[in-house]
């Protein structure tokens, strides 16, 4: 089997950090129709509620993932550390935060998804993880989080969003012009 080329790396990051900003939409405008107790209360996630499976991606992806890819720091952090407690600029945070992967991974060089990626884990070990499959974990551990958002919010008796990757995939594909 033939290793995926530089550019097939590219264009699969773009599409993943694309569908991130979708879902990430998509997710909040069922988020939004939550009341404050339902969004706060105790949802039996890991990170409890709603809102702490949300402050969690904002500091996994972008206190912890995006400074290690992008500039090479690592912060200590606490990865249930609550950074934002404002539902609403949690959001904005969030939807922000997720329109800064398409940028970054448009500035690499190619070569960067061969290579390594070295840094020091929230617990202050040093690792060494191949760059493309970490940053593959980045998107896929917030696909996993707004999965269990979502069986929350179905759990709780509100609608839920389609968010899968390929759904995005259809829409964009009858939006384009013929």
Known sequence: MKSPSVTDFRAYFLTLARYDVW??????EHVDRLTEDDYRRDAGLFFTSVHGTLNHLLVAEHRVWFPRLAEGTSNKVALNEE??????????????AAGR???????LDPGRFAATLDYTTTNGVPQSLPFAPTL???FNHATHHRGQITAAITAMGYPCPEIDLVWMLQVESREQPQ
Do not use: M, Q
């Open 23 to 28: 879902a990430t939409r998509r997710l909040y």
């Open 101 to 107: 992967w398409t940028p970054l991974i448009e500035s």
């Open 83 to 96: 950074v934002e407690t404002d539902r609403a600029r949690l959001r904005e945070r969030l939807v922000d």
């Open 136 to 138: 593959g974990h980045v």
